[in-house]
T-cell receptor, first 112, second 111 residues
Framework: GAGVSQTPSNKVTEKGKYVELRCDPI?????LYWYRQSLGQGPEFLIY????????DSGLPNDRFFAVRPEGSVSTLKIQRTERGDSAVYLC??????????FGPGTRLTVL | EDQVTQSPEALRLQEGESSSLNCSYT??????LFWYRQDPGKGPEFLFT???AGEEKEKERLKATLTKKESFLHITAPKPEDSATYLC????????????FGKGTLLTVNP
């Protein structure tokens, strides 16, 4: 069956620009997570959705980051006024009641 | 705050040379410990979940074990295709289900 998909796979932008990253979870998974992974590090939690609502956004680094999941399926991570320090791989994961999170391939964001 | 420390940072083995990776954790109350495999340029691939001390799980050449302070990922007779970064993560419960990851162990298996 289809896994978690993320688009684009790569995104290059300039400092100060706005970007949107998309995640399409496994069908039927109600929980969706965003993580950020820097080189040589493990993934770091950003935000968690249960259904349409953000149940925990404590990992978002500042108010330039925002995420939505309007219909309880696809989610979009939005980053305003990008900075060079935002460069990383952004990972999306989804899970069902088992709590086992299945990850997508990630979006590599490069801010020039 | 939950903490996960993985060792060694990197491990180089010859094909067939068995070894173990370590994951030490500090959590307020462990509700689950997860092992993932990550290949370069890919997302983490789920391997195992362990829930309580003494639990063991196996998959092909991999075996994961759990104590109250650490988990081990044992690799028996590894092959070059086992080369990857192995990530350990913990879940301490509550309503958020977020995972706290270690930095991973980069395993290289030479033919």
């Amino acid at each position: 069956g289809a896994g978690v998909s993320q688009t684009p796979s790569n995104k290059v932008t300039e400092k100060g620009k706005y970007v949107e990253l998309r995640c399409d979870p496994i069908s039927g998974h109600t929980a969706l997570y965003w993580y950020r992974q820097s080189l040589g590090q493990g993934p770091e939690f950003l935000i968690y959705f249960q259904g349409t609502g953000a149940a925990d956004d404590s990992g978002l680094p500042n108010d330039r980051f925002f995420a939505v999941r309007p219909e309880g399926s696809v989610s979009t991570l939005k980053i305003q006024r990008t900075e060079r320090g935002d460069s990383a791989v952004y990972l999306c994961a989804s899970s069902s009641v088992s709590n086992e999170q299945f990850f997508g391939p990630g979006t590599r964001l490069t801010v020039l | 705050e939950d903490q996960v420390t993985q060792s060694p940072e990197a491990l180089r083995l010859q094909e067939g040379e068995s070894s173990s990776l370590n994951c030490s954790y500090t959590v307020s109350g462990l509700r689950g410990l997860f092992w993932y495999r990550q290949d370069p340029g890919k997302g983490p691939e789920f391997l195992f979940t362990l829930y309580s001390a003494g639990e063991e799980k196996e998959k092909e050449r991999l075996k994961a074990t759990l104590t109250k302070k650490e988990s081990f990922l044992h690799i028996t007779a590894p092959k070059p295709e086992d080369s990857a970064t192995y990530l350990c993560a913990v879940y301490s419960g509550g309503s958020n289900y977020k995972l706290t990851f270690g930095k991973g162990t980069l395993l290289t298996v030479n033919p």
